[in-house]
């Protein structure tokens, strides 16, 4: 027989429910509490995102305006910068032509100064050889010389150079002094008609004159018939040495046809020398200097100047040719051609 327990009290299991209920409601309240936290944690993260998506949107707006504003300011300022390089090109082809066109006008200014000075070159090289004169030369020389110097330009330079080498040569040259053997040529034919010719007779009017002075005033009368009587005299006969024959034949009009004859030869001199034909000269000038010496009077002052003077003529006429300036003309064709 089994023996029968007391029956238990029911009260332990309502606890152990009242537990598993308070544990169940703590735990569906701590539930709801997270939950609740969670819920109230992700609100605030949403409202963050919110926020912080609204910000974002600003900032994209804010973004897209600067971009905006950005892009029209890079389209000013690639406007501006097109036309400052419409300025700068447009500044630089106007310097460009301005300094072409200035050093056209130094071009034109420097081939007009080389034209001018080789004209100038060329016309006293032609007054030289007409004249025999080296002065022509020597002064266009130095006239284009001062106008390098004034123009201060370094491509004319070798000219300046060559016209000072031409300038040196030519002082150093011997040549003959033609302008002064012009002037004592002309001086000789001057002096041809004061010559007296080997029989010219002595003017008895001056002895006559001089007698006069010396006589008494009351037989002044009586030495006018006697001089009269002795010019008178002297004309049908003269005594006189002569070493030249035919000079003792001359008739005065003879006498005048040889002094022009002499002057002929002399100005057959003068032109042989202008022509630069010197030879030629020297014989007119020898055929004058045998014609003075036979036809007129050796013991005359006159007849012994022109004779020291047609000597000096001969000595002084020289075979040397006048210097040329082919460095100068070589230096001008090489400044025109630009070189």
Do not use: C
Not at 190 to 211: G, H, I, T, Y
């Amino acid at each position: 027989m089994t023996a029968e327990l007391p029956p238990e009290s029911s009260t332990p299991p309502a606890k152990s429910s009242n537990k598993l209920v308070l544990f169940l409601g703590g735990v569906a309240v701590l539930a709801l509490l997270s939950s609740g936290l969670l819920w109230q944690k992700l609100s605030s993260i949403q409202e963050h995102l919110a926020r912080q998506s609204a910000d974002a949107g600003a900032q994209a707006v804010e973004a897209r305006t600067i971009a905006r504003q950005a892009q029209d300011l890079s389209r000013e300022t690639a406007a501006h910068q097109a036309v400052s390089d419409a300025k700068l090109s447009e500044s630089t082809l106007q310097r460009t032509q301005l300094e072409d066109l200035m050093q056209s006008l130094s071009r034109s200014r420097d081939e007009n100064l080389v034209v001018d000075i080789e004209s100038a070159v060329r016309l006293a090289q032609q007054q030289a050889q007409l004249t025999g004169s080296i002065e022509p030369l020597l002064a266009a020389l130095k006239t284009a010389d001062d106008r390098i110097t004034r123009a201060a330009q370094p491509r004319l330079a070798p000219l300046q150079r060559a016209i000072a080498h031409d300038t040196d040569r030519i002082k150093g040259a011997n040549t003959t002094d033609t302008p002064g053997l012009l002037v004592k040529l002309d001086e000789l034919v001057r002096q041809v008609d004061e010559l007296p010719a080997v029989n010219a007779v002595v003017a008895a009017s001056a002895v006559a004159a001089a007698n006069a002075g010396n006589a008494p005033a009351a037989s002044a009368w009586w030495q006018r018939w006697l001089d009269l009587l002795h010019q008178e005299a002297r004309k049908l006969l003269r005594v006189s040495r002569i070493e030249q024959p035919e000079a003792a034949l001359l008739s005065p009009e003879q006498t005048f046809f040889l002094r022009e004859n002499l002057k002929l030869k002399l100005l057959n001199a003068r032109l042989g020398l202008l022509a630069r034909q010197l030879e030629s000269s020297r014989a007119d000038l020898t055929a004058a200097a045998a014609a003075l010496n036979k036809y007129f009077d050796p013991a005359s002052r006159k007849t012994q100047t022109m004779a020291g003077l047609l000597q000096q003529v001969q000595s002084q006429m020289k075979a040397a040719e006048l210097p040329q300036v082919d460095e100068t003309l070589a230096a001008l064709a090489t400044a025109a051609a630009g070189r």
